[in-house]
């Protein structure tokens, strides 16, 4: 063979590219994940702001946060053999429905307040579409993470005292929310930061699901072809 062909061949990857490996387009599943974030932090941004308007979400969470999203991680595959089953169940538009239907209904029944299973939902939806949008990238140990950290801003780097300083709560919101939640924080039946600070729980989901966001954008970046 002359010279000149056997320099061409050796200088050019002549690897095949199986139709499996091509990169297949994930900016829905991307744009639906940044998308639901944002909105999330939008909602408990605008809690912050204007408290009056929405004091059901506000009484309606508090330390449940916490639950609701922790049970998010693990239903949307991110942790263990069961969450991963899970997972792939939540992907799948039938068993997302079903498992839509059956949040709404018990957050319903138990809560009486539909905010925890929508942000439930919501938060769920964005960790399967960031999922596919990062090729898995996205796992259970980012979410922790994530939330650890958010938690660490909110009560060490800003501080409640902070919190309430910035964002105080005008003084006829007392007048607006419901007598029940008021005589259980009065006796103490119920307490803590969420419930004597809403405006730590508020921050902290602020800070939450907008690192969230930042993450699997840097990961759909560090995924593109």
């Known amino acids: 063979m002359p010279f000149f062909l056997k320099t061409k061949i050796k200088n050019v990857d002549v690897v095949p590219l199986a139709p499996d490996d091509l990169p297949q387009s994930s900016t829905p599943a991307f744009a639906l994940s ?11 941004l605008s809690a912050l702001l204007d408290p009056i308007a929405h004091v ?4 309606g969470t508090g ?16 942790v263990g053999r069961a ?46 579409f960031g999922k596919k949008a990062t090729a898995e990238q996205t796992s259970g ?17 800003l501080s409640p005292e902070l919190l309430t300083t910035i964002f105080p709560f005008p003084e006829e919101f007392a007048q607006y929310v419901p007598t029940d939640w008021a005589t259980r924080r009065a006796s103490g039946e119920i307490s803590g930061e969420f419930i004597d600070r809403p405006q730590t729980m508020l921050a902290w989901g602020v800070i939450y699901f907008t ?10 970046k560090k995924n593109l072809p």
């Open 211 to 220: 690192l969230t966001a930042v993450t699997n954008l840097v990961l759909f």
């Open 83 to 128: 969450g991963a089953r899970l997972g792939s169940i939540m992907a799948n538009t039938v068993g997302f429905f079903v498992v839509s239907i059956f949040a709404l209904a018990f957050g319903w029944g138990l809560f009486r307040n539909l905010s925890l299973p929508l942000i439930f939902l919501g938060s769920t939806a964005t960790k399967v």
């Open 63 to 78: 330390i449940w946060i916490f639950l609701i999203e922790f049970l998010s991680i693990f239903v949307s595959g991110g």
């Open 141 to 157: 140990a980012h979410s922790i993470l994530i939330l650890l950290g958010s938690v660490f801003i909110v009560f060490v780097v």
């Open 56 to 59: 059901n979400l506000i009484v």
């Open 34 to 44: 940044i998308g639901g974030n944002v909105i999330l932090a939008g909602v408990f």
